[in-house]
């Protein structure tokens, strides 16, 4: 059972325009959201985060919107970079087990 | 956040045979995690060391397969044991600040 799920595998995007990474979730216990960035041959870094108290959460260029009552949370970076390009990560925590359960990522691909 | 490096970054190893990962933090830290990553998978937590203790297991991973060493507040090592090809994946250590995890850099397996 996949609780936290990207559906997008890919998504291909110019230098300069919005990109917007999708993540749904099931379970409604999670109360914190996370979104990693990951390039090849090196380890997740922590790029931004939401609790469930609120509905958006901003660092830069990086803006994270959370609606719960869809169990949906995006990620959006603008504008968009050629060094931004990475697989993406989101993540969920809450509940019993306290653990991180992260989706299977979107490879996101900023075109120059 | 503290800096976590592995060792080895990777290994190409046959099977039956056992592989240990080295995992330094440059600061104390009570507990740290380890992770595995399947090919297109989602980051999967395998274990959690804290100092002094047994590790703590996730379904469907156990101590014989990977035995998990946690001898001080800085370093941990994971074993995989007698290895087959699906236990190639990128196996990745982190530490926790509140409900945000830092990763290390990875160690790719391959078994053949």
């Known amino acids: 059972d996949q609780q936290v799920k990207q559906n997008s595998p890919s998504l291909s995007v110019q230098e300069g325009r919005i990109s917007i990474l999708n993540c749904d979730y099931t379970?409604?216990?999670?109360?914190?959201f996370l979104w990693y960035k990951k390039y090849p041959a090196e380890g997740p870094t922590f790029l931004i985060s939401?609790?469930?108290?609120?509905d958006k959460n901003e660092d830069g260029r990086f803006t994270v919107f959370l609606n719960k009552s869809a169990k949906h949370l995006s990620l959006h970076i603008v504008p968009s970079q050629p060094g931004d390009s990475a697989v993406y990560f989101c993540?969920?925590?809450?509940?019993?087990?306290?653990?991180?359960?992260f989706g299977t990522g979107t490879l996101l691909a900023v075109q120059p | 956040s503290a800096v976590i490096s592995q060792k080895p970054s990777r290994d190409i190893c046959q099977r039956g045979t056992s592989l240990t990962i080295q995992c330094q933090v440059d600061?104390?830290?009570?507990?740290m995690f380890w992770y595995r990553q399947q090919p297109g998978q989602s980051l999967t937590l395998i274990a959690t060391?804290?100092?002094?203790?047994?590790?703590?297991?996730e379904s469907g991973f156990v101590i014989d397969k990977f035995p998990i060493s946690r001898p001080n507040l800085t370093f941990s090592t994971l074993t995989v044991s007698n290895m087959s090809p699906e236990d190639s994946s990128i196996y990745l250590c982190?530490?926790?600040?509140?409900?945000?995890?830092?990763f290390g850099p990875g160690t790719r397996l391959t078994v053949t």
């Open positions: 993540a969920a925590v809450g509940g019993a087990t306290n653990k991180l359960i």
């Open positions: 379970n409604s216990m999670f109360d914190y």
């Open positions: 939401i609790s469930s108290i609120k």
């Open positions: 600061s104390q830290v009570t507990m």
């Open positions: 060391a804290n100092q002094g203790s047994e590790a703590t297991y």
């Open positions: 982190s530490t926790a600040e509140g409900w945000e995890q830092y």
